[in-house]
């Protein structure tokens, strides 16, 4: 066997003079003995190694901060998952007096790593919910059952046994007075009326039929067997409610014999007719007003389309003073806006920051595009559940923000100059945080981000200063495709070009009718007995719109919402 035998520098031949090597761009070849220093093995060797080093030194930091962006997407997802979804701040949080603002640097080759400890932490800072119901020290009202609900009377008997008297058998006598009681109770079925049409039979030798016979009462769809309440009332059960057609017929199929969801689909289809004169109408009235609440999501469109390669489509909404207008297109860009609005409307369109709505306030030079402060707001709440470590600087700046919300309910209350000053002071002194944390070197890179997207957009988040018409935030437009989600959820979209039209058709109507206090099936009702009447689509379609409609049919179709009991 042959044995090889591997020879070692010292420690102090190669270690020390490194120790001694302070300036790397300049070449020292400390007190090596070589008569060619520039071709040393051993030089060679410990410069290679050097570059080596700063490599992996920068490849470690690179990663440590790659690290920790997915630590804190992943517990942005996490949150997403399991964490509240509200983002309600406490009122007690919010009164705190300001402290100074304190950036909070990161190290980049520290990753972020959380304690066991932290999600108990977390709860412990969670703020104390309301309890729901009636609240300690309220006023009681008793039980109360609405007296407008029609009255069925049940008439109850004493038992026989207790008519005559147990000892002497004496038998009782009737009195003139009752005890009542009241139940109220719910009857969900469905059931068939047949119009019993009467006949006459002539009696003269005029010319003409033999019989007469009483006419068929108007329909809105010819020949349809469904009642224009029935239809009124899945429709609203869809697309208000959610409700997937074939669950509402089976609820109300309980009793019985349930219908068709084909059947039901059909006359769905030719509904569409009617109603889109109507909604052409009112978006009429929403191109014409001057403040628009706007925003988009995703709406699942099963038709396949030569320019698209996935199934997913858009649903808009347009929330103005008057109307609430849904609009389908399977496009997201500033097109579908531009479309609606044209290129001549003045106003203001709050909105997100999405790069649509930026486009196209360049596109319509009167139209002012206010961003939304509650998006401003989620991004500083999205960065203290990525890194608990920002979660103090997060605080700080919610209690900025709610300053902002206090003063501007206050200046549109009182209309005082005063209250107006104090607003654009707070603006102009939150303007010049954000200069001043971006001057920080040490910022955490989600801190300057966040700044850095409110220092972008600012002109767009300071309209409502100068303008007291416009809201702070979206929430408007959010809540009116709170039904689109719940639909997308329910039963997933539309299997048709004409379902996702007759989608947003429908929400407009009634989500329109709804914002004027109106019950939508009345309303809906109201409105398919006037085409019945006019054998097709009405004329003079104004005269629907529901703040034009006359006390009398409100009071006739039962139209204004029922008071809570």
């Known amino acids: ?52 080093i700063a490599r992996l030194t920068e490849e470690n930091k690179r990663l440590a901060m790659e690290i920790e962006r997915l630590t804190g997407k992943n517990n942005k997802y996490a949150d ?33 790593e959380s304690t066991p400890d932290a999600p108990l932490d977390n709860l412990r800072h969670l703020p104390r919910k309301r309890n729901r119901g009636a609240q300690p020290g309220h006023k009681g009202h008793g039980r109360k059952i609405p007296e407008e609900l029609p009255v069925l009377r049940v008439e109850i008997k004493v038992p026989e046994d207790q008519r005559s008297c147990a000892t002497c058998g004496q038998e009782h006598d009737p009195v003139p007075f009752t005890e009542n009681s009241t139940q109220v109770e719910v009857r969900v079925e469905l059931f068939r009326v047949e119009y019993v049409r009467e006949r006459l039979k002539r009696t003269c030798n005029c010319d003409g039929s033999r019989f007469i016979t009483a006419p068929r009462p108007p329909q809105a ?11 009124s009332l899945l429709v609203v059960l869809k697309y208000i409610f959610a409700l997937p057609l074939q669950r509402a017929l089976t609820i109300l199929g309980m009793q019985g014999a349930t219908l068709s969801s084909g059947s039901v689909t059909g006359a769905f289809k030719r509904l569409l007719e009617l109603l889109i004169p109507l909604y052409q109408s009112l978006a009429a009235v929403s191109r014409k007003e001057g403040l628009w609440n706007v925003d988009e999501t995703g709406w699942m469109s099963f038709i396949r389309r030569p320019e698209k390669s996935n199934f997913l489509a858009w649903m808009w909404v347009f929330a103005s003073p008057k109307v609430i207008l849904y ?34 306030a360049k596109m319509i030079p009167e139209l002012v595009v206010s961003v939304c402060w509650a998006h401003f707001r989620r991004d500083f709440i999205n960065a203290g559940k990525s890194f608990q470590q920002l979660q103090p600087w997060v605080d700080l700046w919610k209690k900025r923000i709610a300053e902002i919300y206090r003063l501007n309910r206050r200046r549109l209350e009182s209309k005082e100059s005063e209250a107006q000053r104090e607003l654009e002071e707070a603006i102009n002194k939150m303007a010049g945080d954000i200069a001043a944390e971006l001057t920080n070197p040490n910022l955490h890179y989600k801190q300057r981000r ?19 018409e416009v809201p702070m935030d ?15 959820k329910n039963y997933f979209g539309s299997f048709a070009d004409w379902s996702s039209l007759f989608a947003a058709v429908c929400l407009t109507v009634l989500q329109t009718a709804i914002l004027h206090g109106l019950n939508p099936v009345a309303y809906l009702r109201y409105y398919l007995d006037a085409c019945a009447a006019a054998g097709g689509v009405p004329e003079h379609l104004e005269r629907f719109h529901p703040w034009n409609i006359p006390d009398d049919v409100l009071m006739s179709y039962k139209m204004r919402g029922a008071k809570r009991a």
């Open 1 to 52: 066997m042959r044995v090889v035998t591997v020879s070692f520098l010292p420690y102090n031949l190669v270690m020390k003079p490194l120790e001694q090597w302070n300036d790397p761009t300049e070449k020292r070849y400390f007190h090596l003995q070589c008569p060619l220093p520039d071709k040393c093995p051993l030089i060679l060797q410990l410069e290679e190694k050097e570059k080596e």
């Open 450 to 468: 966040v700044l850095t997207s409110a220092q972008k957009h600012w002109p767009g988040l300071t309209v409502f200063v100068r303008h007291p």
């Open 327 to 360: 609009i389908f297109d399977p496009s997201r860009s500033s097109k579908v806006p531009l479309a609606h609005l044209g290129e001549k409307v003045r106003g203001f369109l709050v909105a997100d920051r999405f790069s649509a709505y930026s486009k196209l």
């Open 474 to 488: 979206n929430n408007r437009a959010e809540r009116a495709l709170r039904r689109i989600a719940l639909g997308r």
């Open 221 to 231: 769809i010819e020949k349809s067997k469904f009642s224009h309440n029935l239809l």
């Open 80 to 112: 997403m998952l399991f964490g509240r979804s509200s983002e309600k701040t406490a009122r007690d949080e919010t009164n705190q007096p300001e402290e100074k603002a304190q950036p909070i640097p990161v190290s980049p080759e520290v990753p972020n």
